[in-house]
């Protein structure tokens, strides 16, 4: 019989449901096929005019209704039907979830459509004045719930039956991750039996790219848009921006056993580190990322040998594929050379604050399905970045455990530590 | 008492009032408290703007000083004075302690914006003329400035906080929830000492138009926060602010033989459906589960946003309660958003550890009180959704 306490005596926390959207389509199947073919759902933009821009690819979500309403509507859009996927998969109810929600999500603006409208609708004066005199005159929460920073939640929350004040959360590129740190820790503490932890994020517009353009962290490399995103390669230049969503239903185990619902998988450990070094730029040492990869092993309860396989943040950009490396190669040593290491950010690019709850679902399936997604674009290796990245084609394995990563501005560093079964 | 109880140990506070904890409890208990408000910058708005503040003493590097706006700066400033407060700048300390800061967004750059809109009415192909001018004029290092888990990495970059960063968005209930995971890590053993807290800049016209979509803002001359109904617009005035705490475990303040301001009892925080729910009943349930009324006089710190409706809900469920004395500090520092309830919160450990209340900060509304402040509550009611309470208590 399991056990329904860790080594710390904390209860064991399932997964029971997975939900998943990215550029390669909407829910687990079509993803899972397209992800172990090998296949990108990178392409060139067509949401926005390309003209001055450098970048003018991207892995969005186009084709949801939603996909042209803007950030927030899109964000929701994914946010909810993810959702929908995961508690349906847990056969728990879609309109009384009873547990708290996690909500990683982009920080909101207000949409240029709607300044834009807003500008034109006013008669005269400065810019700022005018924008908000329209604005107070407005008879519509509509505009205004888009530039909430809580109002996705607070809907999800609605629709879905979760308890209590929802979590909007961000930690940058690390945020997906995060949200399922949230919920772990609150079924550990014995506040809940379950909780909802989803990544979303639709917030590529013309201004999202061109922010990140300006600190050249995107591949520039358009003219064949699929092979634009290489982790690990030698010529890698950047990420390629991209959107997504997925949700994980956590329960203790307990909790799901008793009620007969199928586990998916076990969130064994989660550890963190902030770093003090730079905004963009990681500490050379990569100590904060050893850090916290040390912290989510050790949360986990589990040495550097017993990780079967490594789902790497492998943005592809020079910086952090080199930095990741460098992190992992101290904490496994001359082991790496021997563990998996792949990043599905090669087939559907950065979906940002989604990327952690995204590659998380991913590994699940991953230890399930007993294959290994590949690195694509693998056809010049960086050898300064020795690794087994499952180049190019996916690869049966027995995985039972997997160490995601995440990384993002701000010096955030968060690792997951996923199994798949109890002990 | 337990080993793990959440104390709070560390107090940064800035507003218009003015920054640190001695200059809030003077001005806050003079015999009639004033505002600083200005009227001039973002007419028909009033807000409450920052104080003069010499940034050099937080964050002494120019060049991180240049890699943020107000907001971040303010923000870092107030968590240097909350981690000054409590003594806890050393480098062991602050590479263990966990951190939860309430954000919203960074200042966009109006210039640019204000180009890019001025020039939109001349043409037709509004999304080539946003490439043309974001790729020229915007400075590469501003969306960083803008990102709202940079709050939180400025804090790391300057004080050196590295044990966790986690930053939670969502008006005021995101300073709720920041405050509620906070204590909950202490009392659950998951961290032994942590830094929480918000700051909100108001004196930019993006952060009045976060109220104004929905028409939130009061317009017109200043009144008290309990006031404005009847009045234009919607009732919020807005200050510039930060409130941050540094909540430490018993057991960790102990160790280190920090005396606290006060203890933090559990955090009730929630989620009224307003359009079904009856408000002033859910806000009357939220108070009971904190312990209010308890059956003596309490002091309650309230983080009222002037909105007209929560506001009145906010008033009725309390006038129920004649033992409850409110105290609206909106009224003398304006509306702080995410940063309302950790402000809350450290108003009412002022008023614990200084065993003296507040007077009336609108003495036309809020009642006299002259009992003891053993315990005070600290309230947050969303100007638009969220809600959250917290009894503060004597921590010995």
């Not at chain 1, 969130?267 to 990322?289: I, Q």
């Not at chain 1, 040390?294 to 790497?312: C, F, K, P, T, W």
């Not at chain 2, 309390?318 to 105290?327: G, I, T, W, Y």
Request: aromatic share 6%; hydrophobic share 40%.
């Amino acid at each position: 019989m399991a056990k329904f306490t860790d080594h710390f005596g904390r209860p064991v926390v399932a997964v029971t449901g997975i939900g998943v959207i990215t550029s390669l389509g909407v829910g687990k199947q079509d993803n899972w096929d397209a992800l172990t073919s090998g296949r990108s759902g990178i392409h060139p933009i067509t949401r926005f005019p390309t003209d001055h821009l450098n970048t003018r690819i991207c892995g969005t979500v186009d084709f949801l209704e939603s996909s042209s309403r803007g950030a927030s509507p899109l964000t929701y859009d994914m946010a909810e039907t993810t959702a929908r996927e995961a508690i349906g998969e847990a056969g728990l109810s879609s309109d009384d979830f009873g547990g708290p929600l996690f909500l990683a999500s982009p920080p909101v603006e207000l949409d240029w459509a709607d300044r834009f409208n807003l500008y034109a609708a006013g008669k005269d004066g400065p810019a700022a004045a005018r924008v908000l005199e329209i604005a107070r005159g407005l008879n519509s929460l509509d505009v205004f719930e888009t530039a909430q920073f809580g109002s996705i939640a607070d809907r999800l929350a609605d629709e879905l039956g979760t308890r209590g004040l929802p979590i909007t959360l961000s930690t940058a590129c690390a945020s997906g991750a995060t949200a399922i740190q949230l919920g772990v820790e609150a079924i550990r503490r014995g506040e809940c039996d379950r909780a909802l932890s989803i990544g979303a994020d639709g917030s590529v517009t013309a201004e999202a790219l061109i922010r990140f353009s300006l600190l050249s962290a995107l591949s520039t490399q358009n003219d064949v848009p699929e092979k634009a995103s290489k982790p690990f390669s030698r010529d890698r230049d950047g990420f390629v921006i991209a959107e997504g969503a997925a949700a994980l239903v956590l329960e203790s185990l307990e909790s799901a056993l008793s009620r007969g619902a199928n586990v998916l998988g076990i969130l064994r450990g989660c550890g963190e580190r902030a770093d003090d070094f730079h905004r963009t730029r990681s500490k050379p040492d990569g100590s904060p990322a050893i850090a916290a990869v040390r912290a989510a092993l050790s949360d986990a309860g589990l040495s550097e040998d017993e990780i079967s396989y490594v789902n790497a943040h492998g943005t592809s950009t020079p910086e952090n594929d080199k930095m990741e490396h460098l992190s992992l190669s101290t904490v496994f040593g001359e082991r790496i050379r021997k563990i998996p290491v792949s990043s599905n950010k090669s087939m559907i690019g950065h979906t940002l604050s989604a990327a952690g709850a995204v590659e998380a679902a991913f590994s699940l399936m991953t230890m399930r399905e007993g294959v290994i997604p590949p690195t694509i674009n693998y056809d010049n290796p960086d050898p300064a970045i020795e690794l087994d990245v499952v180049p190019n084609t996916k690869r049966s394995a027995d995985v039972s455990t997997v160490l995601s990563n995440s990384f993002g501005f701000g010096g955030q560093n968060t690792c997951l530590v996923l199994a798949r079964e109890p002990v | 008492m337990s080993p793990n109880d959440v104390l709070i140990t560390g107090i940064g506070l800035v507003s218009s009032l003015g920054e640190g904890i001695d200059a809030h409890w003077q001005k806050l208990t003079a015999d009639r408290p004033q505002p600083v408000t200005d009227d001039a910058r973002f007419p028909p708005y009033v807000v409450h703007p920052l104080p003069a503040i010499d940034w050099g003493l937080q964050i002494p590097k120019r060049g991180d000083q240049r890699q943020m706006e107000t907001w971040q700066r303010l923000g870092t400033y107030a968590a240097g004075l909350a981690l000054d407060d409590a003594a806890i700048k050393d480098e062991t300390l602050c590479a263990t302690m966990d951190m939860v800061v309430a954000a919203g967004g960074g200042e966009r750059d109006e210039a640019v914006d204000a180009t890019i809109l001025e020039a939109s009415t001349a043409r037709n192909d509004r999304d080539v003329l946003l490439n043309e001018k974001l790729t020229t004029d915007l400075r590469p290092t501003l969306f960083l400035a803008q990102l709202s888990n940079l709050l939180a990495g400025n804090i790391s970059i300057v004080h050196k906080v590295t044990g966790s960063s986690r930053t939670f968005m969502g008006e005021e209930g995101a300073g709720v929830a920041a405050v509620e995971t906070a204590a909950a890590r202490i009392r659950s053993g998951q961290s032994s000492h942590m830094l929480v807290g918000a700051a909100f800049q108001t004196e930019h016209n993006d952060m009045l138009l976060g109220y104004e979509l929905a028409g939130y803002l009061h317009r017109g001359p200043w009144k008290p926060v309990w006031q404005r109904q009847g009045s234009e617009g919607g009732g919020v005035v807005t200050g510039s602010g930060g409130a941050f705490l540094v909540l430490e475990s018993r057991e960790h303040a102990q160790k280190r033989g920090r005396k606290a301001y006060a203890q933090l009892g559990p955090v009730f925080s929630d989620r009224v459906r307003r359009r079904k729910q009856d408000l002033a009943a859910e806000i009357a349930t939220l108070a009971a589960k904190a312990g209010v009324p308890g059956g003596r006089p309490t002091l309650a710190i309230s983080g009222v946003s002037g909105a007209h409706a929560a506001t009145a809900a906010e008033k009725k469920a309390f006038e129920a309660m004649p033992d409850v004395a409110l105290r609206g500090f909106s009224t003398l520092v304006g509306h702080l958003k995410e940063a309302q309830f950790p402000f809350a919160v450290a108003l009412a450990a002022l008023a614990v550890a200084n065993r003296a209340a507040y007077p009336a900060f609108d003495a036309e509304t809020e009642k006299p009180f002259s009992g003891d402040t053993t315990s005070v509550l600290a309230t947050t009611i969303g100007y638009h959704q969220f809600e959250g309470m917290a009894q503060v208590l004597a921590a010995d």
